[in-house]
């Protein structure tokens, strides 16, 4: 199947800083890609949806000062925590739609990058 | 809007025996439902999908599912569980656009 990889896999920073995952599609282009939080041993909460080219779509709740995304092209999408805090330290999981839309477009997932902020 | 309810978030099954996860949905258009497995600090990998057709759908490594809308349920079912199969299990179901909604996850013990 096609491939997702996210990097770094874990990240160890300190408060305040700031921390970029990337997101990228091997071997197709992704005109949408997911952002996804997990907490321990909780599910998967949508954080925004990227798209390439325009801004991200956040879910409500979510800080999009806080959590900038960057989709600037059809293979990358970037997730940076700004100033982080120790309450962000999390499993940051996205996922990469192939082909068609709702039902017939598969979406692939990352490998997830788990970030601690200490 | 969509909604996931998977029944148990720990399910503890013997080597050999039949694994079942329940999962119920609820969703205002016709639903695309979808079971993810995810080991300990991985991402989501896919066992099936459903979309429009066939209501049992086959997955990878043995599992099944079998959408029954009368009943909105998707249950997950594998007839004999491995020692590989201890992991997480997620349902979700897809909005417009391919957003997921995804249940609490059940973990999956597989006993000896």
């Known amino acids: 199947g096609a491939v997702v990889s996210q990097h770094p896999s874990r990240v160890i920073c300190k408060s305040g800083t700031s921390v970029k995952i990337e997101c990228r599609s091997l071997d197709f282009q992704a005109t949408t890609m997911f952002w996804y939080r997990q907490f321990p041993k909780k599910s998967l909460m949508l954080m925004a949806t990227s798209n390439e080219g325009s801004k991200a779509t956040y879910e409500q709740g979510v800080e999009k000062d806080k959590f900038l995304i960057n989709h600037a092209s059809l293979t990358l999408s970037t997730l940076t925590v700004t100033s982080a805090h120790p309450e962000d330290s999390s499993f940051y999981i996205c996922?990469?739609?192939?082909?068609?839309?709702?039902?017939?477009?598969?979406?692939?997932f990352g490998e997830g990058s788990r970030l601690t902020v200490l | 809007a969509q909604s996931v309810t998977q029944l148990g978030s720990h399910v503890s099954v013997s080597e050999g025996a039949l694994v079942l996860l329940r999962c119920n949905y609820s969703?205002?258009?016709?639903?695309?439902l979808f079971w993810y497995v995810q080991y300990p600090n991985q991402g989501l990998q896919l066992l099936l999908k459903y979309t429009t057709g066939a209501t049992l759908v086959k997955g990878i490594n043995g599992f099944e599912a079998e959408f029954k809308k009368s009943e909105t349920s998707f249950h997950l079912t594998k007839p004999s569980a491995h020692m590989s199969d201890a992991a997480e299990y997620f349902c979700a179901v897809a909005a417009a656009g391919n957003k997921l909604t995804f249940g609490g996850g059940t973990r999956v013990l597989v006993k000896p």
């Open positions: 969703s205002s258009v016709p639903p695309y």
């Open positions: 996922s990469a739609r192939m082909g068609g839309g709702l039902g017939t477009g598969e979406l692939f």
